[in-house]
């Protein structure tokens, strides 16, 4: 298959039909009518909109989200704004049996779902640019600048651009995944006029890499200066101080300019519907073979929105690994895992998972007071190996490990909090199970996808 | 026994009788007599003296050595003032039954033993300071400066400091020690008066020490300024652009401060008769336990002089250290032995004897050309355990370690070259049996205390 055979194929994957389009129109406009009932109740809500990739047209099959948005006076204060919010968006989603429930960004939104469709409850202030009140007032001009721009050509280009990152697992601003947002991929498209032309550009991409499609700024040196450190800025059309890429990661922002200098390489329609190719369990004993690892496996005691406890998860994985490698583990690789509802599961590859026999125990220099204390304490010490002798200046004795597994190890540095694991993620993890044999998490039919592909570790479109 | 008790006793073992000063005083006579009587075929030779501790008297009963020194006219050529000395020394030596050997440190001298005391004859030019043409040039300048400044009292002061230094392990500037010479603890008692006060001072001491006996300079910044980075400067008496105490390594000085601390503390005879403490056999497997070492045995091709053998030694084991850690493994300690004649042993003592099964193995960042071929390369690569993955702009995949066990791994890089052991050293090197077991060692009765020691690894004064 040539590039434009590949296209065409993702496109008829992607690209929701007319009666697709027709249901979700559907489902937006009833909870728009519900809401505006409701809506009557208060005099500060000025207009209900639908917003996102379903008023822009740009959304893709099996990601279908209807965002609606009140719009606020923006004399409303933000207390009363969020109260009301949460007061519609449950009244209108019971009622249409939506099973509404609070979630929060920078601010409470509510989510629901109708016939497993996601539905966003979102409040926002009806503000002019750059008068920004609050996070999602935005939004709106995102959509009118970009239902300004785009043709009905473009719009098939950007579905394209994001069933391509959502092969490739850069696609999506959560915290989860802290790749590349909707809007983001439109602008791309808006930039570099088409998918053929987007993925060209970014393949030959070097951070720190500049767009500016509205010319808000004369240099790029300008621009720089403005969003010093960041690999990839992309200037938001509607608001010139933003940085609309500022969530996305560096390694995400790599593992789009790699995927696309693969795609061009060897085009195929695999990037768009990665196989997340499971091991053969035949071949697993092989390929674990004298590898270590240890993973913590947690129950939540109470339901949190993805983006809190994505945020928590990737903390405490950061944090867990730094206290290996203060035990003295070399962590090769780590990941998190969760159902978003109830289990929890961090693991690492580990260089092994039992300390050596001795360690190397620094002491003062022979000039610093402490030092007969040092040799005292250490010449009838059982912990002692061989020792106190002088490198430089300093004395050195070995010290028999006391304690060398690292489940043993790591959980009491849990347990006597030395770990800064999230404060709302502390007790769960207490309370987990820590393991070393992934041979026993396999077992486990829901984490088994999670560990073979950690086991594998590699990107699901190599 | 109070610090009186002590250093009378130990001036009783050290400081030899007057018959054996006698002895000692004949011997030099007798090759001082048969020196001139050799000397009258050269008429550049101005005329021959005993230098050195004998000439101070300042020598320790058990290290009694007797320094000729052969004065050239400095208008000789060196290479013929070499030529000479290598013949006259060997002559005189034959003479008298010496069995003659040429040495050399900056120029050849030869040595000599007449009845288990070593015999040194050696050439210098007869200068006056500070015109010295060669490093021996010194030597009879510092016996006149001592024997010119130093109370018989003092001179007594100087064997217990020199029996002190011994007991530490820290007296010798040869390379094999890099401790304190003879003149230099010589200078010390000048400076503090007496062997208590030298203690006193060298408990003290905080690096940079600086001693300036003669006020040679007005301040101590001048005097750093000359000599950076060095811990200890003990200005020359009679070269006031020389450090006495530049051979001094960190490790012996430290030594020397913390013995000293420790003698104040806890005053005893065993600081001047150190008990090489060997480790009982039947603990011995108790004190081996878990712990990993490795070692290289090898036999000489050729004789040299110690102070050219102790050089290469020590410039292996360094090597051998790095490439060690570059394969991977944790050095926490080295040593090196030889019986000066025949055989050799370099030792270590490391975390762990066998590598992980797995390595992380970096890749080029995103961007780099040669990012597709490392992902070709290692998808259908049988070494390939995990990966490849990005983390921040990288490629990354854990690869099977091909090789992992110490042994096997150092063979190898000794065998292709890969580790810079000294050029002397490598053949014999290169031929030698390395093992991990230090019980196979431990065997072998001459090598034995060596390993015992090292086992033990403390210094042999705690």
Not at 138 to 145: A, D, L, M, Q, S
Not at 349 to 376: A, M, S, T, W
Not at 435 to 441: E, F, M, Q, R
Not at 446 to 453: E, K, S
């Amino acid at each position: 298959m040539n590039v434009d055979e590949i296209l065409r194929e993702a496109l008829q994957l992607y690209k929701p039909s007319e009666e697709e389009e027709k249901y979700l129109m559907e489902i937006a406009e009833k909870i728009i009518r519900q809401a505006e009932k409701y809506s009557l109740n208060y005099n500060n809500i000025i207009r209900i909109t639908l917003e996102g990739s379903l008023a822009k047209k740009t959304w893709i099959r099996g990601r279908e989200e209807v965002d609606i948005f009140i719009h606020y006076d923006s004399s409303t204060p933000s207390g009363e704004m969020e109260k009301q919010i949460i007061d519609l968006g449950f009244r209108v989603l019971r009622d249409l049996d939506g099973s509404p429930r609070l979630m929060y960004a920078d601010h409470p939104y509510v989510e629901g779902e109708i016939n497993s469709v996601v539905i966003n409850i979102v409040a926002c202030y009806e503000v002019t640019p750059p008068n920004w009140l609050s996070a999602t007032d935005r939004t709106p001009h995102h959509t009118k600048y970009v239902v300004d721009k785009m043709s009905s050509q473009a719009r098939d280009h950007v579905r394209l651009m994001k069933a391509f990152m959502t092969g490739c697992g850069v696609y999506g601003a959560e915290i989860k995944i802290k790749g590349f947002s909707g809007y983001l991929a439109e602008l791309l498209i808006l930039n570099y006029a088409d998918f053929t032309g987007a993925i060209g550009a970014i393949s030959q991409w070097r951070p720190p890499i500049i767009i500016d499609i509205e010319r808000h700024y004369r240099s790029e040196d300008e621009i720089i200066k403005l969003f010093p450190n960041q690999p990839l800025i992309v200037i938001d059309p509607v608001d010139k101080y933003r940085n609309a890429a500022s969530a996305v990661s560096e390694e995400k922002l790599s593992t789009l300019i790699l995927s696309s200098r693969l795609f061009l390489k060897s085009p195929s329609i695999d990037f768009f519907k990665p196989i997340h190719a499971a091991i053969r369990t035949s071949n697993i004993e092989r390929k674990i073979g004298g590898r270590n690892f240890v993973s913590i496996l947690f129950r939540l005691s109470r339901w949190k929105p993805p983006d809190v406890l994505w945020g928590e998860l990737r903390k405490s994985e950061e944090a867990i690994r730094r206290s290996l490698e203060r035990l003295g583990f070399k962590v090769y690789r780590s990941d998190s895992w969760t159902d978003e509802v109830e289990t929890c599961m961090i693991i690492y590859e580990i260089d092994k998972d039992v300390l050596p026999y001795v360690r190397l125990h620094q002491g003062p220099p022979v000039y610093h007071p402490n030092c007969l204390d040092f040799v005292e304490k250490w010449m009838d010490n059982p912990e002692r190996a061989a020792g106190p002798w002088i490198e430089d200046s300093r004395l050195y004795v070995l010290r028999v490990e006391p304690m060398r597994n690292v489940k043993n190890l790591l959980k009491r540095e849990i347990e006597e909090g030395r770990v800064s694991i999230a404060k709302g993620l502390i007790e769960d993890v207490r309370k987990g199970k820590i393991t070393t044999s992934v041979y026993g998490l396999l077992k486990n039919k829901r984490l088994a996808p999670f560990i073979l592909r950690f086991i594998n570790g590699r990107l699901p479109f190599i």
